[in-house]
């Protein structure tokens, strides 16, 4: 078992930048591919980026170029940098996690339901 806590959401301006952090305890991070997932009030949840054991990288269309996805895994944390934010990034960012054995230490899981722990996620808001 393994709990996510979130944070670095807030409230920005277009164009700004947010560092969003997911804080994990528990269990050894080391052994969990990590994704970001948003959702949007009225919208589906959606894949922002991912990252492997391994430390392999894998964006969603609408963050690329703009994002940035890293693991430190001696704090248990994965941080997801936004640049050039736009109101249409608004959303909760939520932080989710799937222990991987060492077969999947590359492997990157981009569909919400591959995953099994979720944090309550943290509120983006970029106003225009």
């Known amino acids: 078992q393994v709990q996510l806590v979130e944070s670095g959401g807030g409230l920005v301006q277009a164009g700004g930048s947010l560092r969003l952090s997911c804080v994990a305890s528990?269990?050894?991070?080391?052994?969990?591919?990590v994704g970001w997932f948003r959702q949007a009030p009225g919208k589906e949840r959606e894949f922002v980026a991912a990252?492997?054991?391994?430390?392999?990288?894998n964006y969603g269309d609408s963050v690329k170029g703009r994002s940035t996805i890293s693991r430190d895994n001696a704090k248990n944390t994965v941080f997801l940098q936004m640049n050039s934010l736009k109101p249409e990034d608004t959303a909760t960012y939520f932080c989710?996690?799937?222990?991987?054995?060492?077969?999947?230490?590359?492997?990157?899981?981009?569909?919400?339901?591959?995953?099994?722990?979720w944090g309550q996620g943290t509120r983006v808001t970029v106003s225009s």
């Open positions: 528990g269990r050894t991070f080391s052994a969990y591919v």
């Open positions: 990252i492997s054991r391994s430390g392999h990288i």
């Open positions: 989710a996690a799937k222990e991987h054995g060492d077969s999947y230490r590359n492997t990157i899981l981009i569909v919400w339901s591959a995953y099994k722990y």
